[in-house]
């Protein structure tokens, strides 16, 4: 089973400050990788995708991705209350298609 | 321009009784996904359709059984419900972009079985 590990957290950061978060992956094959937002209750809503190395910015996102060290980053800048919530890291797998989750990164951005 | 559509947004089952979720999407993609979300055990594939006509397995297939009716729709059922499969179901469909394929979610069933 390839695995996507993420800290469970809570990850809690003041406002306007830079929330950091982090995923590993165990298969080096994959080729595409996700960050999505989950509101507690709703479904999961992409936020970034990033498909080579180096950084993706988009807004106050930034997503980094290091295949060598398998490892996927995403920073939010100016973190408002309204980004709390849980962050999910997902993988490509062995289709190509489907996608490996982490169980997710809960943030909480106090006021 | 709906997206991802499901049905039922939730349901209570007695063991043993059986049901079917519906999935639909309007957004013309190929690939479309059952996923289960359980408490600390995060988002698991449970069947998946690359393209209409296709089906194959995920990682927790056992109890389920899927139909692609046609491009846009894809159940997933549920022959004889069991207490643990108790979760919030969703559905997903992708295009495919040639650098990956972007998964896009429906709202999600919640399913209680008694």
Redesign the interface.
């Known amino acids: 089973q390839k695995e996507v590990e993420q800290n469970s957290g809570p990850l809690s950061v003041p406002e306007g400050a830079i929330a950091s978060l982090n995923c590993t992956y165990s298969d080096r094959g994959s080729q595409s990788f996700f960050w999505y937002r989950q509101y507690s209750g709703k479904s999961p809503e992409l936020i970034m995708s990033i498909y080579s190395n180096g950084d993706k910015e988009d807004g106050r996102f930034t997503a980094q991705l290091n295949k060598a060290s398998q490892y996927v980053s995403l920073l939010i800048r100016d973190s408002q209350p309204s980004d709390s919530a849980t962050y999910l890291c997902a993988v490509t797998g062995n289709s190509g298609y489907a996608l490996n989750f982490g169980k997710g990164t809960s943030l909480l951005v106090t006021p | 321009n709906a997206g991802v559509t499901q049905t039922p947004k939730f349901q209570v089952l007695k063991t043993g009784q059986s049901m079917t979720l519906q999935c639909a999407q309007d957004m013309n993609h190929n690939?479309m996904?059952w996923?289960r979300q359980d408490p600390?055990?995060?988002?698991?594939?449970i069947y998946?359709s690359?393209s209409e006509g296709t089906t194959?397995k995920?990682?927790v297939p056992n109890g389920y059984n899927v139909s692609r009716l046609n491009k846009r729709e894809f159940s997933l059922r549920l022959e004889s419900a069991a207490p643990s499969q108790t979760s919030v179901y969703?559905c997903a469909s992708?295009g495919w972009s040639g650098?990956?394929?972007?998964?896009?979610?429906?709202?999600?069933t919640r399913l209680l079985v008694l």
Not at chain 2, 40 to 45: S, T
Not at chain 2, 99 to 108: I, K, R, V
């Open positions: 690939s996904y996923y600390g055990m995060g988002l698991r594939l998946y690359a194959d995920g990682e969703f992708s650098t990956g394929a972007t998964q896009y979610f429906g709202p999600g």
